[in-house]
């Protein structure tokens, strides 16, 4: 050892132990035990070190040995990561202000967290050091550990800070400068990132890193022929991240190039970020393959984006409606454009996305707002648009297609030019024919009336006078639809389809005014140029032989029921029972006789058959027949005790019995007659016979006492009654109606319990019902039927049946159409009755009592249409409230055949469902654009159409046009409530699967 070296090693020891004035026993002891303290730390035995430095800590009495002491103390509790670690180096440095260790300990237990890359643990140690107090090169090493420190924590201006300090330090600066290169990346400063990467690209230890960034920085240059290089050279040697990474890179570049078939393979390549993609990566790759041509590859990622609302979601839109378009999707093509045309991001997309929307509206229907209205806001938006002819051609045309009439009369409301003028006149007529088939004739009255008022077409000015002479027909104004089916026959326009029973109409019509000599003349010219019509021919043939019959001319009246009979299209007891009466009027007694008995074998299920009885029974007695008479009375008594026949044969019985001097047996009937059918013109000739029997047996107290017991007699008012009654009577005939309903009610002010009170409280009834005054008609209809059976008995059980079934009091309703369907005598009254019976209880939710009177219903082979769609539609909702779907899809089915509006498109929306059920996507879906297009007037089952075509959309792996549906349900349906929380619950469903592929879907949690 030379002396330097000695001297050197004597100037280490000064400076490790420190020197005291004053040598004694305790101070060699504790400088003993320091040395081994400090020894044992050395070798990192921290904790038998720390153990030994606090007892020398707590002996010695010298200030700096304390202080060394209470410093290694404090450093050995950081190397044992010991809680209290921090506080014994606050504590040492609060302590010991003067140590020359202070700063020291800073940076040693900085170093220390440093080197154990507990980088935010340094980096609080190293903002406490004093930088000043440093040498040269602790400064460097500090600069360089501070930065990085900063770097790791993510505090890059700190960080940039003290790493510039040492970019060219010959130890750090390689390091300093790739670490400064990186957070310009990160910082998106590529240029500089560049710059800095560049200086540290030929060393060895950085290559595989920067290769990827250097990639990325070129691509994000714009440099992408660099780009795809870098990468390219790179992509063998990186782990599975990498690679992705790097295949994102170079298929962007290749986009990026406009070389998207070489782009593909690399896009698809990407694996995303932690295992998703975002809505632009799904749009690179859509719109490589639509560059393509590859359109149903492009569809496939296009509709992955779901809820975007950006430059890149526009785009998306847009051109995945361009690939529908090429694939013959229009439905789905309307759904992208009309969401590409509702973003501003880019104005040219916005406009052509919306003249495609407008023309796709047109083309197959809208279901979200009607197709006039998309091009009218089309033309609005756009006034100056090159297409402006060509779309104004469709708005026009889409009046009378979209089949919305009620929504396109809103919309053609106070549009001036001709061709506008020329559309709202069809469109009135339509809608008008649409109120018409649903029963409303008032409204269609007035829609009709519109219409006339723009007579621009003469097909339809020809049309609309004939469906409005139907409806005033319908209203009973038959006068008005007199004039109305002749101005329609004068009108020249013979090929048109409601020309074929104009002479049916207008004979019709003349029945109704009861001019029955004209009403013969067109039935008789209907008939001779309509034999094909067997349906319509037959009722002419019955009409023509009524005309004839209230005429008189019973021979010619036979001859047309016969006919009528001949056809055997419909139930022939009518006719046959009229033939019957007719030739009793010819004197042709003994054939009346043999039709009638041959009428009560034959037809043993008509409702005529108690009006054969009681004609036969007449025919007996006119014959002398009497006893075969009173046996055939008692038979139509007993087998029908709800006729009203039953009080017309009591007192036949009676009148044949006082004819034949048997007055007891008279009296039996009359007075059976007078008790159980109170208020009928039956009971009052009864007590007026009975009162001669009574005045010629001697026994008129008898017949005083017994009248007294009928409140409805008031023999001593006779006259008086009789002539009130007969003042109010005059005024119903002449049609003034005021004047009737006036003297009907001061008659039954004056007489309630009157003779006439019956028919009374029936004409007024009519009265108020005729002026829509149905809530005052209602009580008089009800007396008539709290009266025994008589021949007003079956009109006020339509009428006040009716007016219930309209106010939906259907538990009113029901006994009243019970009834009904027992009682009446009129085939259409039975038809009635059954088929709002089925309607009623579909109401009270008897779904078993609903169906089975529906298959009553159409048990009848000559319902119209409208009847017959409206009880499968019973069954078919019967079917789906009970669950039996089987038998609802079948119900729909003939639904489907038969229903016109509302129903049809009901039927129309479970022909899509049950097809969903099924599993057949694209067919479902094809019924709900049908729907759409031909319905859209109809929003409930429209929005309820448009959630099951979501779904199926979902199921064909189409997101994109499931969730726009949903939202846009959701947005323009608001009204049902039903529809809405349906369609939520399926946008929620959907969303939530979506994103755990695309990490651009936010989802509710």
Known sequence: MTFKNVSLLVLVLCLTVPVFAQQSAAYTNNLVDYQKALSLYNNQQYLAAQSMFRTVGKSADEEILKSDCAYYIANCAVRLNQQNADGLVEDFVADYPTSTKRNTAYVDVGDYYFEN??????????????????????????????????????????????????????????????YIGFMAYENDDYEQANTYFDQVSDQERYQEKLSYYQADLNFKLGKFEEAIQLATERLDKGDESEVSELSKIIGESHFNLKQYEEAIPFLKAYKGKRGKWNNTDFYQLGYAYYKQEDYEHAVSEFNKIIGGNDYIAQNAYYHLGESYINLDKKQEALNAFKNASEMNFDLKIQEDAWLNYAKLSYDIGNPYQPAPQVLSSYLDKYPNTNYKDEIETLL?????????????????????????????????????????????????????????????????????????????????????????????????????????????????????????????????????????????????????????????????????????????????????????????????????????????????????????????????????????????????????????????????????????????????????????????????????????????????????????????????????????????EKQYLDNNTNRAIKQFNGYLNEFPNGLHALQSHFYLAQLYFKENLKENAAPHYQYVLESTQNEFTEEALTRLSQYHLENKNWKAAVPLLLRLEQEANFPQNVVFSQSNLMKAYYQQENYNSAVAYAEKVLGNSKLDNKIRSDAYIIIARSAVKTGDEVKAKSAYTRVEEVATGELAAEALYYNAYFKHKEALFEASNKSVQKLAKDYSGYKYFSAKGLVLMAKNFYALNDAFQATYILESVIANFKEFNDVIEEAQTELNRIKQEESKTNASILTEE
């Open 396 to 728: 026009i045309d889409s009046y009378i297609t979209s089949k919305n009439y009620r929504e396109a009369l809103n919309l053609l409301e106070g549009k001036r030019s001709f061709e506008h003028k020329v559309a709202y006149q069809k469109v009135a007529f339509y809608r008008g024919l649409e109120l018409y088939n649903e029963g409303h004739y008032l409204e269609s009255a007035q829609l009709f009336d519109a219409s006339l008022k723009e007579p621009r077409d003469p097909v339809y000015t020809a049309r609309a006078t004939f469906w409005k002479a139907e409806t005033d027909f319908n209203l009973t104004n038959y006068d008005a639809a007199l004039i109305g089916f002749k101005q329609f026959q004068q009108s020249g326009q013979m090929a048109l389809p409601e020309m074929n029973n104009i002479d049916y109409n207008i004979g019709y019509t003349y029945f109704k005014q009861k001019n029955y000599r004209q009403a013969t003349e067109y039935f008789k010219t209907f008939i001779a140029s309509h034999k094909e019509d067997k349906v319509r021919l037959n009722d002419a043939y019955l009409r023509l032989g009524d005309g004839y019959f209230v005429s008189s001319d019973y021979g010619n009246a036979i001859t047309a029921y016969e006919q009528a009979i001949a056809l055997n299209e419909i139930d022939s007891d009518y006719p046959f029972f009229q033939k019957a009466l007719s030739a009793g009027y010819l004197g042709q007694s003994s054939k009346k006789i043999n039709e009638l008995e041959s009428f009560i074998t034959r037809y043993p299920d008509s409702k005529l058959r108690d009006d054969a009885m009681y004609e036969l029974g007449n025919s007996y007695v006119k014959e002398g027949r009497t006893e075969r008479a009173n046996t055939l009375y008692d038979r139509l008594n007993s087998e029908y005790p709800m006729s009203s026949f039953v009080p017309k044969t009591l007192l036949r019985q009676g009148l044949v019995f006082y004819n034949a001097g048997q007055n007891e047996q008279a009296l039996v009937k009359f007075r059976k007659v007078a008790d159980d059918f109170p208020n009928t013109p039956e009971a009052q000739q009864a007590v007026s016979t009975a009162r001669l029997i009574y005045i010629d047996i001697g026994q008129v107290n008898d017949y005083a006492a017994w009248v007294k017991t009928l409140d409805y007699v008031e023999v001593t008012n006779a006259d008086l009654d009789h002539a009130t009654y007969e003042a109010a």
């Open 117 to 178: 890359s507990k980088y935010a643990y340094a980096k609080k140690w190293y903002d406490k050091v004093d930088e000043e107090a440093l040498s040269r090169t602790e400064k460097e090493k500090f600069n360089f550990n501070n930065g990085y420190a900063s770097f790791s924590t993510k505090r890059y201006k700190d960080a940039k800070t003290y790493l510039s300090r040492v970019e060219n330090s010959q130890k750090y600066g390689s390091q300093a400068k790739y």
